[in-house]
């Protein structure tokens, strides 16, 4: 989440509706029920875990050792069979 200024997003009359409640302090605003974001979505790092997890079950599913696995991607061996057990089909 990053901030923004309200003088570039909101209108001079309501910044100073605003500034009558909290003038000078940070807010947070949350987003409207329904638009919510999953954890990760907005940086990717929902996406790469996806992608590295399938990498995983595929090189597994072609012979590759779990304690290979745990060492090449530096997770623990019940997190290996963690994620092969969500990723199987």
């Known amino acids: 989440m990053g901030y923004k200024r ?3 997003m909101l209108p001079s ?3 100073l509706q605003i500034q009558e409640y ?3 302090e ?3 605003i949350p987003r409207v029920a329904g638009k919510e974001r999953k954890w990760g979505e907005s940086s990717g790092t929902r996406l790469a875990l996806v992608s ?3 990498e995983i079950y595929h090189k597994y599913i072609n012979g590759v050792r779990v304690q290979q696995l745990a060492e090449e991607y530096h997770i623990s061996t019940q997190g ?3 994620i092969l057990s969500k990723s199987k089909i």
Do not use: F, T
Request: proline content about 0%; glycine content about 6%.
């Open 6 to 8: 309200a003088v570039d």
């Open 13 to 15: 009359e309501l910044i």
């Open 22 to 24: 909290v003038d000078g």
């Open 26 to 28: 940070s807010i947070y």
């Open 52 to 54: 590295r997890n399938r």
């Open 80 to 82: 290996i069979y963690k």
